[in-house]
């Protein structure tokens, strides 16, 4: 038999409760730029809650999910979905310093996320900016292809067969091609999410 380690489970509770009650860990060394929290403020707006923040239970401090309690405040101060832990002040410190780095060690598959981000739809800006940079880091598609910003949902959506046009880049060889899996393909509905071309046509053509 191998030699199992039987792993304690921490948890020791969860709720939900309005922003406000929650307290900032003042030892959290993350900052949030104003990306992160236009990418994170479209993810709630689109989505909603797929993840609770973590509460040790011992001190009342957040261990995780400060950006996304802050996000709660500035949208009335909301209800947020908590997970509490049981953890010594050395223990949350070791938390503290280790939950968001492992996870960000994970490293891409192209070719699998190429497909994923065929599936994503987004109206947000910030998302859209997001996806942009995960799959220029991850080489999807290249950090120098030179292509302006996408364009708003709003300069895009309803176009019809214009939008068509709109949804491919060229090529250097002067040939239509497709931007790789984050350009907005057209929908059932017609919603074009986002579109890149070198030149932007007017409604007239």
Same mark, same amino acid.
């Given at each position: 038999?191998?030699d199992?380690?039987?792993?304690r489970?921490?948890i020791?509770?969860?709720?939900?409760?309005?922003?406000?009650? %929650?307290i900032?860990n003042?030892?959290?060394?993350r900052?949030?730029?104003?990306?992160?929290? !236009?990418?994170?403020?479209?993810?709630?707006?689109?989505v909603?809650?797929?993840?609770?923040?973590?509460?040790?239970?011992?001190?009342g /401090?957040?261990?995780?999910?400060?950006?996304?309690?802050?996000?709660?405040?500035?949208?009335?101060d909301a209800?947020?979905? /908590?997970?509490e832990?049981?953890?010594d002040?050395?223990?949350?410190? /070791?938390?503290?310093?280790?939950? !968001?780095?492992?996870?960000?060690?994970?490293?891409?598959?192209?070719?699998?996320?190429? !497909?994923?981000?065929?599936e994503?739809?987004s109206?947000?800006?910030?998302?859209?900016?997001?996806?942009?940079?995960?799959?220029?880091?991850?080489?999807?598609?290249?950090?120098?292809?030179?292509?302006?910003?996408?364009?708003p949902p709003?300069?895009?959506?309803?176009?019809?067969?214009?939008?068509?046009?709109?949804?491919?880049?060229?090529?250097?060889?002067?040939e239509?091609?497709? %931007? %790789?899996g984050?350009?907005g393909?057209e929908?059932?509905?017609?919603?074009?999410?986002?579109?890149?071309s !070198?030149l932007?046509?007017?409604?007239?053509?």
């Amino acid at each position: 038999m191998p030699d199992v380690t039987a792993w304690r489970n921490r948890i020791v509770g969860e709720g939900e409760q309005v922003a406000s009650q %929650f307290i900032a860990n003042p030892a959290n060394w993350r900052t949030h730029p104003q990306a992160q929290r !236009d990418a994170m403020r479209g993810a709630l707006n689109e989505v909603g809650w797929v993840q609770r923040v973590i509460v040790n239970r011992r001190t009342g /401090y957040l261990v995780d999910g400060h950006e996304r309690v802050w996000q709660a405040l500035q949208n009335g101060d909301a209800l947020v979905p /908590y997970v509490e832990v049981d953890l010594d002040p050395a223990e949350e410190a /070791y938390v503290l310093a280790t939950l !968001d780095p492992i996870g960000a060690m994970a490293a891409a598959d192209a070719a699998k996320l190429d !497909d994923l981000l065929r599936e994503v739809q987004s109206g947000e800006a910030g998302v859209q900016q997001m996806l942009t940079d995960i799959a220029e880091r991850a080489g999807v598609i290249p950090a120098d292809s030179g292509l302006p910003d996408p364009l708003p949902p709003s300069e895009v959506e309803g176009w019809g067969e214009q939008a068509r046009r709109i949804i491919v880049v060229f090529a250097d060889e002067g040939e239509e091609a497709e %931007f %790789f899996g984050l350009v907005g393909v057209e929908r059932p509905a017609g919603r074009v999410v986002m579109a890149w071309s !070198d030149l932007r046509p007017s409604r007239d053509g």
